[in-house]
C-alpha cells in the first residue's frame, strides 16, 4: 500500500497538460484560460463621474461660491465636454465623462436645482476629486488583469469582456468517458428485482465533473465479465482523455478491471493506497499514437467513488488543464474524534460558520462507504492524517468541498 501524498505524486508525475484552442468568449464559461490577457486601455479610459450631478471646479467653491448656472449636459456615451467658465458648472450623468477643467461632481440629491442653476444644499461638504473615479486608478494600460491559469468564471469574464477579448485561448476540454461495472446494477427507471440495486454514481460522477467545469462526458455501463471489461476498455481508449471506472476494483471474483485494464495495454501507476475511503483506487495510463489517457479505477461504493474522485480525479483534470491550484481550505473539528486504522481518512463532514467566521467541521455518523444518504447531507470531508489515532475539538484539517 501506498500513502496518499505517494498516490498524489504518483498521478502528478504522469499527467501531461492537453493542448490549448481558441474558443469564442461566448463559449469559454468555466475553461481555464492559456494566455495572460493585459488592459487594452486605461481603466477607466477618463475620468468618470459616480454620481448623477453636476461637475464643476472645485476652486469655485473654495471661494465660497454655493450657485452654479447650468451650461451644458454630459451624458454617458457622449464626448468629453469642457467647462468653459469655472463659475458654471455641467449637469452630469453617472458614467459620463468628467469635462475639462472639473474636479468634483456634487450629487443631485445634495442639490437644489432652480431656473437653470444648481445650488449647494447647506452642510454638503466636498473635495477636490470628489464623485471622480479617475482615468486608470483601477488599472492602467498594460497591466496584467488576468494570469494563465485561472478558470473563466463570470467575474474572470466579465474582465475579459471589458478590454475586448472576443476569443480566448483556453485548454482543450478533456474527453471523459464513464464506465461503470456491476451485474447487480440497474438503470434508474428500472424496478429492480430484490438482489438487484439502482445505479448512482454513474449520475453523480458527471454531475461532479459537469459542476467543476468538465462537461465533456460520456457514460455506459458493463456487466462484470472479463471480455466485455477489456473490449469496453479498449474503444474507451481510442477516443478518451480521461477514463473514469467504477466498481470491480477490489478482489472479488468478478472483479475483473485489474486484468482487463492491463490486458488493454494500460500501464498500471499503482493500487492500493493506505486510506478509507478508498482504498483499492487503481491508476495508470496509456500511450498510444502520441496520445495519453490517463485511466482512474474507482471503488464502486458511492462514498468511496465520490470522494476518489474529489480527492484525486478533479485534480488531476485541473493539473491537465494548467489550472494553477487554489488555496487549501481548512476547518476545524466540531467534535473530538477517534480513528484507529493507519490509515489516512477522509471524514464527510457538515461544515458550519460562527459569528467569528471560522469553519467548523462536524463528522457525520454514517454506516460504512455504501452510505451515501448521509452523506447527501454533507458539504465535504476533512483529510485526517494516517498515523494519529485522537483528534481533538478545535483542530484544524484540510477541507475539501464537494463539487456543486
Ligand atoms: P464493487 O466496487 O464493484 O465491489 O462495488 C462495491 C459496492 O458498490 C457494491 O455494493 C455495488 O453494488 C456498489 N456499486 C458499484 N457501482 C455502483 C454504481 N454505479 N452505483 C451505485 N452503487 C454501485
Ligand atoms: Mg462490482
Given amino acids: 500500500m501506498i500513502t496518499v501524498e505517494e498516490a498524489e505524486q504518483l498521478i502528478a508525475s504522469r499527467l501531461e497538460p492537453l493542448p490549448s484552442e481558441t474558443v469564442s468568449i461566448e463559449n469559454a464559461a468555466e475553461r481555464v484560460l492559456m494566455e495572460s490577457l493585459q488592459a487594452d486601455r486605461d481603466l477607466p479610459p477618463f475620468n468618470r463621474s459616480t454620481f448623477d450631478g453636476i461637475a464643476l471646479s472645485y476652486g469655485a467653491i473654495e471661494q465660497g461660491q454655493r450657485a452654479f448656472p447650468i451650461v451644458g449636459t454630459g451624458f454617458a456615451g457622449s464626448p468629453k465636454l469642457e467647462l468653459t467658465d469655472p463659475k458654471t458648472c455641467v449637469e452630469i450623468m453617472t458614467g459620463a465623462p468628467l469635462p475639462d477643467n472639473a474636479d468634483c461632481v456634487v450629487k443631485i440629491e445634495d442639490l437644489d436645482i432652480e431656473n437653470g442653476s444648481a445650488r449647494i444644499k447647506d452642510g454638503v461638504s466636498l473635495s477636490i476629486g470628489y464623485g471622480v473615479h479617475p482615468q486608470a486608478s483601477d488599472s492602467a494600460k498594460g497591466r496584467t488583469l488576468l494570469e494563465r491559469g485561472c478558470r473563466l ?15 480566448l485561448v483556453v485548454s482543450k476540454q478533456p474527453r471523459i468517458s464513464i464506465l461503470t461495472t456491476g451485474d447487480e446494477l440497474v438503470a434508474v427507471e428500472a424496478s429492480p428485482l430484490p438482489h438487484q440495486i439502482r445505479r448512482s454514481n454513474d449520475l453523480a460522477l458527471q454531475t461532479a465533473l459537469q459542476a467543476a467545469g468538465y462537461t465533456n462526458v460520456s457514460r455506459s455501463h458493463i456487466v462484470d465479465d472479463l471480455e466485455e471489461t477489456q473490449h469496453a476498455v479498449t474503444s474507451v481508449l481510442k477516443r478518451a482523455d480521461v477514463l473514469i471506472l467504477a466498481g470491480g476494483v477490489s478482489k472479488g471474483k468478478r472483479d475483473f478491471l485489474p486484468e482487463a485494464l492491463e490486458a488493454a495495454g494500460v500501464d498500471k501507476a499503482f493500487q492500493w493506497i493506505s486510506q478509507r475511503p478508498g482504498k483499492p483506487l487503481w491508476f495508470g495510463d ?3 499514437d502520441g496520445r495519453r489517457t490517463y485511466v482512474f479505477a474507482l471503488p ?18 485541473d493539473r491537465l488543464c494548467g489550472k494553477r491550484p487554489g488555496e487549501a481550505r481548512y476547518a476545524k473539528l466540531a467534535s473530538e474524534f477517534q480513528f484507529k486504522p493507519p490509515l489516512t481518512l477522509f471524514l464527510p463532514v457538515l461544515l458550519s460558520s460562527d459569528s467569528s467566521g471560522q469553519s467548523w467541521a462536524e463528522p457525520l455518523p454514517f454506516n460504512t462507504s455504501g452510505d451515501y444518504i448521509s452523506v447527501a447531507r454533507t458539504q465535504g470531508f476533512i483529510e485526517l492524517p494516517k498515523d494519529e489515532i485522537n483528534f481533538a475539538k478545535g483542530a484544524p484539517f484540510p477541507f475539501t468541498p464537494w463539487s456543486i
Avoid at 300 to 317: K, M
Wanted: hydrophobic share 40%; aromatic share 6%.
Fill in 153 to 167: 468564471s463570470a467575474k474572470e469574464l466579465s474582465v475579459a469582456a471589458s478590454i475586448g477579448k472576443a476569443a
Fill in 286 to 288: 496509456c500511450k498510444r
Fill in 300 to 317: 464502486g461504493n458511492p462514498v468511496s467513488c465520490f470522494t476518489c474522485l474529489h480527492r484525486y480525479v478533479l485534480p488531476a483534470l
